[in-house]
């Protein structure tokens, strides 16, 4: 009789603890959903300057055609008005480029905030266990 009444607090608080862990698991999951929105967004701004590299390079192209290859070309010839305006666009085109490649970089695409707490966690319902 003694093991029947042992038993069932026993047996109810695997339950709770069961129960209390499925919380845990669902909200370190949202957790992590959170952490690799957060990391899109860096990412959408990373991106977005190499979007804008991209696009003042293309433009370097066509500032070849412009109004600053005319404008250079009253002090110096006409080829070489555009080759330093095209440079100059190039230049600063690549120098974005660079950065939204280097910021892309320095993201790490894993939720290391959840993975460390589901580590501690995992850790914890272990000890309760023995």
Avoid: N
């Amino acid at each position: 009789m003694a093991d029947d009444q042992s038993a069932a607090p026993i047996a109810e608080l695997l339950s709770t603890l069961t129960r209390y862990f499925g919380v845990l698991v669902r909200e370190e999951v949202r957790l992590a959903g959170s952490e690799m929105a957060l990391k899109a967004r860096h990412a959408g701004r990373s991106a977005l300057l190499v979007g804008a590299g991209g696009a003042l390079a293309g433009a370097g192209g066509l500032a070849l055609l412009a109004a600053g290859i005319s404008a250079l070309h009253l002090v110096m010839p006409l080829w070489l008005s555009a080759v330093v305006v095209g440079l100059l666009c190039l230049g600063v085109g690549y120098a974005l480029t660079r950065a939204g490649l280097a910021a892309l970089r320095r993201i790490d695409p894993l939720p290391q905030q959840a993975l460390a707490t589901m580590r501690d966690d995992a850790a914890w319902v272990k000890e309760q266990v023995r």
